[in-house]
């Protein structure tokens, strides 16, 4: 089809102001600079931004709300105008979205060159690797999809990758694994939540499964929004170590010479001030940190609702949204995540169940997998931290197993081979009080 490209342009303009379903297919691969004409752009940027808000394009008559600013309504005018004959019943929907993924990837490149010229025209540093990425970024622009997963002729597919252990990341606790598949999807789409009460030990299961999947010499990002980076820290290297939380600080030598010969994986800490951090902001960090040369395989976020959610009428609204875009996010960066909730006053005497979930139940709607920690009057005297499975989409829910809930270390470890941890945890006991008496003047 010979369609140049001032056709094309206003092709793909109509298809935005009158086809919300197809705005939606390239609504986060567009930038409006891919138009040449400026009302367009101005349009477009319009659009862009109320679909980022609302999820849906804009109607006219909310178009007409912003037209009292004359620069916008001179450019509505012009824009809407100029495409008013482009017949858009001609054209099959799979043909211009075709057309429109070649013209973004031309546009994109365009820009992205002429940055780089005008970089060198400004004797500006340019990074090689951040223009290679950009690049590859356009490169990889894809609105053309295929068609899904057929589940006679893909089973093959579906064969492979349950067997390969590459596609799972290990929990590192023995029974959840079991009852998961083997761990969580290490591709992403994911998200899984450990809910409990206050003081029950939410953030430090969070770390556990952080130091876990750096035991595997994963790369983890841990946000925390509850605890300075350096209190995390404390609670990493004591279940990394073994070392007793209460004698860290005084083991600063001993803490260095276990760095030096055992650093597996990697860890980044950040801490964000509470409900300060939006989906959108972690999104931006999680790109600047890809762009300065990090990539992860897991990301926690201690915890979701103490993340900010702008535009949320209400608290279960913005739960429902916080675990919907976090888990977009997981698409995005292909990795799975995993956040924490409360669990409300009523629950807290209570058998776990998903409706005693503070502030947000819709949290549970949009979550993969749902855990609550819980305990019986006699966990505590034997060291016992109960796990629920409330929700999983990957394996078994109803359910619940015991772990070994290590305070002093800050560990939680699988039932099985107690005995041998008890006397592997008495022996590091011993050898902790040693360092201690030799470091003392």
Do not use: W
């Amino acid at each position: 089809m010979n369609i140049n490209e001032g056709q094309l342009e206003k092709i793909i303009f109509k298809s935005i102001i009158s086809d919300e379903s197809f705005f939606g297919i390239i609504a986060d691969k567009m930038t409006p600079d891919i138009f040449s004409r400026d009302s367009f752009k101005m349009v477009a940027s319009f659009y862009k931004e109320f679909f980022k808000k609302t999820g849906r394009t804009a109607t006219f008559e909310e178009i007409k709300l912003y037209t009292n600013n004359k620069t916008f309504a001179t450019a509505v005018k012009d824009s809407f105008d100029n495409v008013e004959n482009v017949d858009l019943q001609s054209l099959k929907r799979e043909e211009i979205v075709e057309m429109t993924e070649n013209y973004i990837k031309k546009r994109l490149a365009i820009i992205t060159f002429k940055e780089l010229i005008d970089n060198f025209d400004s004797s500006k540093n340019v990074d090689p690797e951040l223009l290679v990425k950009k690049f590859t970024e356009v490169a990889s622009v894809k609105l053309v999809q295929n068609k899904g997963f057929d589940i006679y002729t893909d089973v093959e597919q579906y064969i492979n990758e349950s067997k390969d252990d590459k596609n799972r990341l290990s929990t590192g606790f023995r029974e959840i694994d079991e009852n998961i598949g083997g761990g969580l999807p290490s591709n992403g789409k994911f998200i899984g939540v450990v809910a409990a009460p206050t003081n029950m030990g939410k953030s430090i299961f969070l770390s556990n499964l952080a130091v876990n999947a750096i035991k595997q010499n994963k790369r983890v990002l841990l946000i925390t929004l509850e605890m300075a980076e350096t209190v995390y820290a404390a609670r990493i290297y004591s279940a990394l170590y073994g070392i007793d939380i209460s004698s860290l600080p005084f083991r600063g030598e001993t803490l260095k010479s276990k760095i030096a010969t055992e650093h597996p994986g990697q860890l980044i800490i950040k801490e964000f001030p509470p409900g300060s951090l939006t989906v959108p902001a972690l999104d931006g960090y999680i790109d600047g940190l890809y762009k300065s040369g990090y990539e992860f395989d897991f990301v926690c976020v201690d915890y979701l609702t103490l993340m900010n959610c702008p535009g949320a009428e209400s608290s279960n609204e913005a739960g429902k949204l916080l675990t919907r875009n976090l888990r977009a996010l997981s698409y995005k960066y292909e990795i799975p995540f995993f956040t924490a909730a409360q669990i409300n006053r009523e629950g807290f005497n209570n058998e776990p169940d998903m409706r005693y979930m503070a502030e947000s139940i819709a949290i549970c709607a949009e979550s993969d997998f749902i855990i609550s920690l819980y305990r019986q009057e006699e966990d505590i005297a034997f060291g016992i931290m109960r796990v629920a499975f409330l929700k999983s989409r990957l394996g078994k829910k109803g359910m619940s197993i015991q772990l070994r809930y290590n305070t002093e270390k800050l560990r939680f470890e699988d039932m099985t081979g107690t005995s041998a941890l008890i006397e592997d945890n008495v022996q590091m006991d011993l050898m902790n009080a040693l360092d201690i008496l030799q470091s003392t003047p």
